[in-house]
Structure formats: C-alpha cells, structure tokens
C-alpha cells in the first residue's frame, strides 16, 4: 500500500496519466518508485515537467491574482524554479547514472495542461483559491519526491542537486501553507 500510495504521489508531481503509476496488466507498480525508493528515470522525467508547470501556472499568478501576497509568492516562485531548472541541467551533464535517460521537453503533460487550462479560466478570489490549492498538492508532492531521492537515489550528482533543492521546496510548502490560511480563513 505503501508503495502504491508513493507512486501516485509521483504521478501527481508530474502530472503524469495514471498509466504511468502502474502496470498494464495487473495492480503492481511500475519501475517508478518501491519502498521509499525513487529510481532515476522518474525523477529525471518528473522534474522538468514539474518544474514547467510551477514557473508557467505561477507566470499565470503574476498577471491574474489580486492578492499582493500571491504575487510575491509567484515571484519567488519563478525566479527559484527557474534557477532549480537551471541547477537540474547541470547535476544531469554531470550525472553517471543517466547516460540513456532522457529528461522530459519543456511541454506540459495532460494533467498539467488541465490544471493550467482551470485557471487561465479562473479570475478574482477563485482563482487566487485555484493556485493556492495547487501550490500546496504541488509541493507537498514535490518534498515527498525529493526527499526519497535524496536518500535513495543512484545518481550521486542528482542526489546532491535533490538534497540542495530540498530546503527551497520546503521553504515553498511552508510558504504557501501560510498564503492558504490568509486566503481562506
């Protein structure tokens, strides 16, 4: 159950379909992840992709929110993980590890486009709401997937760039966490 549960975490950071968390065939999990594990190739086409829908949806937060707070969340947010793309390029050309893995193109998967496509619809409070919301599952998904690679990966150069990104995505969590409460309570 475990297991299961950590791949679905995995599924939602990328915003991978749920094809991807689990075999065609019957209820095991794919190579993604098993027992506190993350193994490279889901990292490496996880965290572009992640990476992407932060900086466009928070892009989007910039123009569209009304909330002076969610601005300069959306700030931070695109200059860190513009620097976290930037840090990510650079553990992968020194990467052992990684020679026939391939990280993932800028382009968005499914998910990720449906939950940019909701609030490029959203305006006003809702979509401060929307963002807010997906901020939190984000990155709480995204601590869980670093965490486990940097303790359990193979790739000793992207276990050092998960390690040091850590403490940013937890400062995020911590962060949005607060934007929540000021937003809906």
């Known amino acids: 159950m475990k297991t299961l549960l950590t791949a679905a ?30 193994d490279t190739q889901t990292f490496v086409t996880t965290v572009p992709n992640a990476n992407e829908f932060e900086i466009q949806a928070s892009r989007l937060a910039e123009e569209k929110s009304q909330s002076d707070e969610v601005k300069a969340f959306a700030d931070e947010m695109v200059r860190d993980h513009i620097k976290a793309g930037e840090d990510f390029k650079a553990a992968m050309s ?32 809702e979509f401060d709401r929307k963002y807010i919301k997906m901020q939190m599952d984000a990155h709480r998904d995204a601590v869980a997937l670093f965490s486990t690679y940097a303790n359990s990966g193979d790739d000793p150069a992207l276990k050092e760039f998960a390690k040091k990104t850590l403490p940013v995505l937890k400062m995020h969590e911590k962060h949005v966490k607060e934007l929540a409460v000021a937003h809906h309570g």
């Open 94 to 125: 020194q990467g052992q590890t990684t020679a026939s893995i391939k990280p993932a193109g800028p382009a968005l998967g499914p998910k990720e486009q449906q939950m940019l496509g909701e609030l490029k619809q959203a305006s006003g409070t």
């Open 9 to 38: 975490a995995m599924a939602l950071v990328a915003g991978a379909p749920a094809t991807l968390a689990q075999s065609s065939d019957s209820n095991d999990v794919a190579p993604m992840a098993a027992d506190n594990k993350v």
